[in-house]
């Protein structure tokens, strides 16, 4: 799976898919996916996925 499509999979209202995308981006280590991540630790409704 893509970068891209890791880092859209972030704004899925479904929080299972927030999740993976976020574990799977972790995997990666790819330091373009770190704003995006801080943005979901920051703001995503489900406190499970700060």
Do not use: C, W, Y
């Amino acid at each position: 799976m893509s970068i891209e499509t890791l880092l859209g999979e972030l704004n899925s209202s479904n929080e299972r898919i927030r999740l993976r995308a976020m574990f799977q981006l972790g995997i990666l280590g790819d330091p373009a996916a770190i704003p995006a991540l801080e943005q979901v630790h920051n703001n995503d409704p489900v406190p499970q996925l700060k």
